[in-house]
């Protein structure tokens, strides 16, 4: 047994020191180890451009939706206004001589007295 552990280390000390496998394989496999490489650095170029542009997406996604927002809130405006207007055009129309105030009407309170 102890000497099972002892090849294990040594294996793990030979992987990490680089001596797991000789020179003489990569220049008799060449072409293949740099193709592997190259694929291996295709892989992770095409992931971090991936996700790149899935940020760029979530980015304009929440863009988008801020503008939705805000074009809503605007167009709501829009018709509070134009209402505004054409019942002011109307009383104007009637001379009813009402006009439309400035600030919203104020609730006064009084306190109870017993």
């Known amino acids: 047994m102890n000497f099972k552990l002892h090849h294990i280390g040594s294996g793990i000390r030979a992987v990490i020191q680089g001596d797991a496998i000789s020179s ?3 220049m008799k496999h060449f072409f293949t180890t740099c193709m592997v490489v ?15 542009s899935q940020n760029t997406v979530d980015r304009l996604q929440r863009q988008i939706n801020v503008m939705a927002t805000e074009k809503q ?17 109307l009383v104007d ?15 006064v309170n009084t306190p109870d007295r017993h």
Do not use: N, V, W
């Open 24 to 26: 003489r394989f990569f």
């Open 38 to 52: 190259l694929g291996c650095i295709a892989m992770i170029a095409l992931r971090f451009e991936c996700a790149t």
């Open 93 to 107: 129309s009637l001379h009813l001589g009402l006009y439309i105030p400035d600030r919203r009407p104020e609730i």
């Open 73 to 89: 809130k605007q167009r709501s405006l829009y018709m509070t206004l134009t209402r505004e207007s054409a019942m002011m055009h």
